[in-house]
């Protein structure tokens, strides 16, 4: 929006493919930091083929991890640069980390476990340099200069009490909307991991990493272990805990959506760069050359280009099955609504909005704020009413019925619950249809150009 660019479902589209690809890149850079420039582009193509072949529709569309995990992807690069034994020490790169970490906790709050793995590798990397001090202090004043921000324009403007509930408040209640116990959440994220399309490639990734193990192991018998080998260790040992990081950050909600498992993304190619690496120092003057690039053609030919040709229809990747043609809620939203008309949707159905093409009347996509009992209701409910005033959508949709998500009493938390917004509807909107669980209302003015 600051380069001037429209909020549209394209524009959002085309941020997560840059996202998404901008991962990738600094993934690759951190691999070469690590492994020879031919064997990390190897290592690299299972990690790049995740998002080129998969049939998950959670990983196609632009979702809220792919900030963090950009960030997180930088600070992973950044990190490596530093730990390398022939680095020039620099504070700059600590505070670079400490800066990233801190506004992956502002980009999304299910990243925090990530941020602090992060901190902590930065932290220990920092300790081992010859100016610890000045190390420590840069990596702490960089990850409180985000927070530090956000915190001043809060007061400045009087309103940390509103982000204090609307951003920690708000997710906090909806990790316990799922009610599952600590346990319950781990199988639940375990569950994802190898059910969903990930599975193939996450067993074999494990296939990877225990033939990784075993070369760990038997390199950790040679007398020289220590002496030679402890910084590639110090590695994999920073990884395993990014990955225990990742595994909280899916876990926590407690709920089975699978673009969690984006998280998991860097943990897992990190993971497979220090299990390649444990291998070819294991086998290093008893393989062939061409055994690396054999092996990665293999697991991309069983985990990627196999289940894509059995994949039938296709169109499964892009959430068809959620707007199955023709779908009767979105064509008559369309018939209302033109293309430079919005529509407002009241309770949590944002795909409403994708579904029929038409922008958001308001600048929420679910009524969780105006509906939740707290001190701030009406505040959010007053910023509700000014949107759909000025938007003046073509069609509201009351989304609250006994099959919706989250909200299914029409009773207790339907639009009739908001007074101004009822007052609203029933003075300027007619009511048309009750499809798929919804209430339709279209503009009476526009009623009058159909």
Known sequence: ALAGSPPSYVSSRLTGVALAFGTLAFLLLVYRQFLS??????????SACFFIFTGEANFTHCSSEHLPIFLCAAAAWLLARDSRSDAQPSVWRGGAVGLLAGAMVFSKLQALPVACALLAVAGVVAWRKPRRFAALTAVLAGAALVPGLFLVMFLRYDVLREFWFSYFGRNMAYTRLSGASPARKVALAMDLIFNVSLGPYTVALLAVWLAGLAALVEIARTPAFRAKFFGPAA????????????????????NPYPHYLLFLMIPFGLLTTAAVMW?????????????AGLAIGVFLVITCIVPTVLRVPFADSWDTGHFPPPNPLANTIRQYASLGDSVAVWGWRSE???ASNRMPATRFSDSVLQIE???YREYFRSVYAADF?????????????????????RATTGYET???????????????????GARVFVRKTVMGHR
Request: no cysteine.
């Open 418 to 436: 908001f007074p101004e917004l009822q007052e609203a509807v029933a003075r300027d909107y007619r009511l048309i249809a009750d499809i798929d």
């Open 373 to 375: 009992p707290s001190p």
């Open 279 to 291: 291998i070819e120092l294991a086998v290093r003057g008893r393989a062939s050359k061409y055994a």
């Open 389 to 409: 005033r000025s938007a003046r959508p073509a069609v509201f949709v009351d989304a609250v019925g006994p099959d919706a998500f989250a909200y299914t009493d």
């Open 37 to 46: 420039e031919r064997l990390a582009a190897l290592v690299w193509l299972p």
């Open 235 to 254: 590695f994999t040992a920073a990884l395993g805990l990014l990955l225990l990081a990742g595994l909280a950050a899916v876990a926590t909600p407690g």
């Open 352 to 354: 409403l909005n994708v």
